[in-house]
């Protein structure tokens, strides 16, 4: 009789399913291959928004009185705002402020939301139903009002902004996963892995966790689009990033009272929320479509 | 059923209490000292000591959760320190304003949304689906925000085929005086047969409900897209097609009502989400409702007033909920019997 070490129970390309499922049927994705190129294309702009904008300056603190309100021009492709920056820089290094705040709420409550919800859903019982019920109780505030309530009672600016949509973000994750691991351990190669004896944290951490990922990595994609559509409008009301931060929600607020006589103020920000909001979702509805359980292996 | 609905309720009382609490912890974390607040500018420190005494800040933290609690349940939410008045009264007059505007909106989701839902789920993987698919996702995606200003400077001011702003024509209130019975302008127009403010209120409610709306018609399209393609792809929508019935029969008679459920659900979730997305359209359309009351509440770091918001929210969230889940089991039979 040949004795089977503990690993090779396990199957260990499950961990890697979604490499190989996403590399297969992904191709064929419009959806998922146009919002990448545009992701892809905000990505690089705004690691490189120090070197193709033509002032930089106008990102921080820099004032120009004298050049405010300019429609767009040559110099100016998208005109200036009341205090003289030029809005296309500004609106370039927006994008970095953007993605700092969706990859920040992201990791975080992924980490809180699905480590919360992997162990709830393994262990089941009354854990299970404790965290299920606090979960309930976040997700019954819209997530606006909660990050709300928070961005006013803490001092408003980037940070507090990132850290009160995470407080609303991250019960969504916990339900996910606490579904998907109770799932997974019901299967018969979880109870191999409690039959040898591993424990109750590495089987969740090493057995559990992998396999929940499938599905929590779509839900990231398909989520980004509301995270910046969230931030948007706490810095619209004045709760998220502060002046002179180059903000996209912050600068349509700013251009909110000049939009009948220089609508390029909050135009080109707000349409550069649009169209990293689109990018995102047509990335994540792409994924979702092509890694849907529910299509089966043969589609 | 009754077994359900005693289950469904516990929970809902038990989110509630959640609700109530979670809302005390923000409150109690806000800067400043409310005893300040209240006793004012001039107060010596023995008038902040009895204003201390009085709002119950000198007992412990679980005593105050207490007093809280049995105040809400008598109607006693505090006062507003920018109105002066009860934010119970506060939110009386501005929560029907804003429900006036959300119901609106997901009026115009329900008629809009899921007929293009339908429309996409019945020519599926065509380009017409493929462009309601686009065009709801682009819609979702659209700050709601720009979208008021653009819609407010585009149809309002430049083209003044709807008013910019404001609930009805504030001179109605001299000619026309109108009763109230709901708060809810146009529902007491209606019932009042107050024409001209009925239809002052309409053609000033079009811009901002549809700007509101345009979020939910997105979701809902998708989600009437994908629960009912979903369906119709099951082994008893094959059957009816083989009986004869024509894919468009097959659709409407045996596709589209399993398919409410999950519809009904996201309404629910969309409905509070909707309230609070409203906050930022009322502020552009000046309307008299929640978003404008929690704007200038945090201005003045009203800290009653912002919990009155908060909890108003949550709690119609909870109800529309319950009201949602209780309706499944009209509509769909295997949700009681599970």
């Known amino acids: 009789m040949t004795i089977i070490p503990p690993e090779e129970l396990v199957p260990n390309d499950e961990r890697f399913a979604f490499l190989t499922l996403a590399r297969g049927r992904l191709r064929g994705q419009k959806l998922f291959a146009a919002g990448a190129i545009v992701l892809l294309i905000i990505i690089v702009m705004a690691l490189l928004a120090p070197w193709i904008t033509p002032y930089p300056q106008d990102a921080q603190g820099g004032v120009d009185p004298v050049n405010s309100l300019l429609a767009p021009s040559a110099q100016h492709w998208f005109g200036t705002d009341q205090v003289g920056r030029d809005v296309y820089t500004r609106v370039v290094f927006g994008a970095r402020t953007s993605l700092l705040i969706v990859f920040s709420v992201l990791s975080l409550s992924v980490l809180i939301g699905v480590t919360l919800g992997v162990i709830a859903g393994y262990a089941g019982g009354w854990i299970r139903d404790v965290v299920m019920r606090v979960t309930d109780v976040f997700l019954a505030f819209p997530a606006l009002l909660l990050s709300l309530a928070l961005c006013i009672v803490l001092q408003p600016d980037l940070k507090t902004a990132i850290l009160a949509i995470t407080v609303t973000w991250w019960p969504w994750y916990t339900r996910l996963a606490a579904g998907v691991a109770a799932s997974i351990s019901g299967r018969a190669y979880m109870d191999a892995v409690r039959a040898l004896g591993i424990s109750p944290a590495r089987a969740v951490f090493r057995h559990v966790l992998p396999n929940s990922l499938t599905p929590v990595i779509v839900q990231l994609s398909l989520d980004a689009g509301g995270i910046i559509l969230t931030a948007a409008a706490l810095s619209f009301l004045g709760l998220g990033a502060q002046e002179p931060t180059a903000e996209w929600g912050l600068m349509v607020s700013q251009g909110q009272d000049l939009f009948t006589t220089a609508y390029w103020v909050a135009l080109f920000p707000g349409l550069a929320i649009l169209v990293a909001a689109f990018a995102f979702n047509m990335l994540g509805e792409g994924m979702r479509t092509a890694l849907d359980p529910r299509r089966g292996f043969t589609s | 059923?009754?077994?359900?609905?005693?289950?469904?309720?516990?929970?809902?009382?038990?989110?509630?209490?959640?609700?109530?609490?979670?809302?005390?912890?923000?409150?109690?974390?806000?800067?400043?000292?409310?005893?300040?607040?209240?006793?004012?500018?001039?107060?010596?420190?023995?008038?902040?000591?009895?204003?201390?005494?009085?709002?119950?800040?000198?007992?412990?933290?679980?005593?105050?959760?207490?007093?809280?609690?049995?105040?809400?349940?008598?109607?006693?939410?505090?006062?507003?320190?920018?109105?002066?008045?009860?934010?119970?009264?506060?939110?009386?007059?501005?929560?029907?304003?804003?429900?006036?505007?959300?119901?609106?909106?997901?009026?115009?989701?329900?008629?809009?949304?899921?007929?293009?839902?339908?429309?996409?789920?019945?020519?599926?993987?065509?380009?017409?689906?493929?462009?309601?698919?686009?065009?709801?996702?682009?819609?979702?995606?659209?700050?709601?925000?720009?979208?008021?200003?653009?819609?407010?400077?585009?149809?309002?001011?430049?083209?003044?085929?709807?008013?910019?702003?404001?609930?009805?024509?504030?001179?109605?209130?001299?000619?026309?005086?109108?009763?109230?019975?709901?708060?809810?302008?146009?529902?007491?127009?209606?019932?009042?047969?107050?024409?001209?403010?009925?239809?002052?209120?309409?053609?000033?409610?079009?811009?901002?409900?549809?700007?509101?709306?345009?979020?939910?018609?997105?979701?809902?399209?998708?989600?009437?897209?994908?629960?009912?393609?979903?369906?119709?792809?099951?082994?008893?929508?094959?059957?009816?097609?083989?009986?004869?019935?024509?894919?468009?029969?097959?659709?409407?008679?045996?596709?589209?009502?399993?398919?409410?459920?999950?519809?009904?659900?996201?309404?629910?979730?969309?409905?509070?989400?909707?309230?609070?997305?409203?906050?930022?359209?009322?502020?552009?359309?000046?309307?008299?409702?929640?978003?404008?009351?929690?704007?200038?509440?945090?201005?003045?770091?009203?800290?009653?007033a912002v919990a009155g918001v908060t909890l108003i929210v949550a709690l119609a969230y909870v109800l529309a909920n319950l009201i949602v889940d209780i309706a499944q089991t009209f509509i769909d039979p295997r949700v009681r019997l599970s």
């Open chain 2, 1 to 304: 059923m009754g077994r359900y609905l005693v289950r469904r309720l516990a929970q809902a009382a038990l989110v509630v209490v959640g609700v109530v609490v979670l809302t005390f912890v923000i409150v109690r974390l806000l800067p400043g000292d409310p005893a300040a607040a209240y006793a004012g500018p001039r107060a010596s420190p023995e008038d902040l000591a009895r204003a201390r005494e009085v709002l119950g800040l000198d007992k412990p933290v679980l005593v105050q959760l207490g007093m809280y609690m049995s105040g809400l349940v008598r109607g006693d939410w505090g006062t507003s320190l920018h109105t002066r008045l009860p934010v119970a009264h506060d939110l009386s007059i501005a929560f029907p304003a804003s429900l006036e505007l959300v119901g609106t909106a997901l009026l115009f989701a329900v008629a809009i949304g899921i007929p293009m839902g339908l429309l996409a789920a019945r020519y599926f993987g065509s380009p017409v689906d493929g462009g309601i698919r686009l065009g709801s996702m682009f819609v979702a995606a659209f700050p709601v925000f720009l979208l008021a200003l653009i819609v407010q400077n585009l149809f309002a001011t430049k083209l003044g085929w709807f008013p910019v702003a404001g609930e009805y024509d504030s001179k109605l209130d001299a000619t026309s005086p109108l009763h109230l019975y709901t708060n809810i302008t146009v529902v007491d127009a209606l019932i009042t047969g107050n024409w001209p403010i009925f239809l002052s209120t309409v053609h000033h409610l079009i811009l901002p409900a549809l700007v509101v709306a345009a979020y939910p018609i997105g979701v809902v399209t998708q989600m009437t897209r994908a629960a009912v393609s979903e369906e119709s792809s099951l082994d008893h929508a094959r059957l009816e097609r083989a009986l004869g019935f024509t894919p468009g029969q097959v659709l409407r008679r045996f596709s589209f009502r399993p398919s409410l459920n999950p519809i009904l659900t996201l309404l629910a979730l969309i409905f509070a989400y909707s309230l609070v997305n409203a906050f930022l359209v009322e502020a552009i359309f000046n309307w008299p409702g929640l978003g404008k009351y929690a704007v200038e509440s945090i201005r003045s770091l009203d800290t009653a």
